[in-house]
């Protein structure tokens, strides 16, 4: 299901968040906007907020790109696995997970089974644009930003696909996204 993005008052927020019994996850591309939007997004359910590759980086005293460089991605992702399950395990709350976790099949199961799947998209342009900013996506090292993009998107999305609430991320305030997520929760609960 895809939401508009209109605006939702404080009344309707809060019957929104008295519904939800379970982490809100958000897949998606990186440079979508999962962190930032899942921010807010707590922030407007009074909810904890955690972002996944932070998160991981804690546990393994490692950051992405070194955990990426010294192990690998196989391994990268089943500590992403791991990381992800604890936090949905230990309360409720936003998660924001990196590109790829919903790609893993055990990963996109446990999201399916036990959280609010929230696929972010955006559009090339926009995601080109948003991950420049930083040198920190070892996945976009190597190669033309843009190509690799497209080719991502067009390998993860039939995973991506299978989250039932898909929100687009455009440039502009995150507080559109935010009211878009919240409408697409309260159509799915």
């Known amino acids: 299901m895809t939401v508009d993005h209109t605006q939702l008052s404080g009344d309707e927020i809060d019957r929104i968040a008295a519904r939800i019994d379970r982490p809100i996850v958000l897949v998606g ?5 999962k962190s930032s939007v899942g921010r807010r997004l707590a922030n407007a359910l009074h909810l904890p907020f955690f972002d996944a590759d932070e998160e991981i980086e804690k546990a393994a005293k490692m950051t ?3 955990i990426f460089a010294a192990h690998g991605e196989a391994d990268f992702r089943d500590g992403e696995r791991r990381v992800i399950a604890r936090l949905m395990d230990e309360q409720r709350g936003v998660i924001a997970t ?3 976790a919903f790609v893993n099949d055990e990963t996109r199961t446990l999201i399916l089974n036990k959280g609010i799947p929230v696929w972010l998209d955006c559009d090339i342009d926009t995601l080109v644009e948003r991950t420049g900013r930083k040198d920190n996506r070892p996945l976009l090292r190597d190669g033309d930003r843009r190509e690799i993009l497209t080719r991502l998107k067009a390998e993860r999305e039939p995973a991506y696909v299978q989250a039932p609430i898909r929100v687009a991320s455009a440039n502009g305030p ?3 996204a935010v009211h878009a997520i919240l409408k697409g929760i309260d159509q799915w609960l």
């Open 98 to 100: 990196g590109g790829g």
């Open 29 to 33: 591309l990186m440079g979508v906007g």
């Open 64 to 66: 992405i790109s070194e």
């Open 174 to 176: 995150h507080h559109r």
